[in-house]
């Protein structure tokens, strides 16, 4: 059983930064792939970004895309998300998720990861 827990969330003013990381438990092997979601009050949990854990191809959402950076350490079993120019906007609690053998039309939704962490809060403000 794989087991994922967040840590990192916090307050931070607009343009700051925060690193969130994910560490994982339990049995994974290269086929897996590491994302992290949103969700802000109200709206519906949204697609952050994800990192392949054989190739580290990464792919991101477009309103993050130049301001936040996955990556992972394979000998830490953990996924980063290192974010910057932090706008009010990605104010929301943030999930990391792994799924295994996701092909690439699936990796940005959330339906197709089988293991969540239990979230973390990150909270911009203006």
């Known amino acids: 059983q794989v087991q994922l827990t967040e840590s990192g969330g916090g307050l931070v003013q607009t343009g700051g930064s925060l690193r969130l990381s994910c560490a994982t438990s339990?049995?994974?092997?290269?086929?897996?792939?590491m994302g992290w979601f949103r969700q802000a009050p109200g709206k519906e949990r949204e697609f952050v970004a994800t990192?392949?854990?054989?190739?580290?191809?990464?792919y991101y959402a477009d309103s993050v895309k130049g301001r936040f950076t996955i990556s992972r350490d394979n000998a830490k079993k953990t996924a980063s998300l290192q974010m910057n120019s932090l706008k009010p906007e990605d104010t929301a609690v943030y999930y990391c998720?792994?799924?295994?053998?996701?092909?690439?039309?699936?990796?940005?939704?959330?339906?197709?990861?089988?293991?969540w962490g239990q979230g973390t809060q990150v909270t911009v403000s203006s």
């Open positions: 998720a792994a799924g295994s053998g996701l092909i690439l039309s699936s990796l940005r939704n959330g339906a197709a990861y089988s293991h």
């Open positions: 339990g049995r994974t092997d290269n086929s897996y792939a």
């Open positions: 990192i392949r854990w054989s190739s580290q191809h990464t």
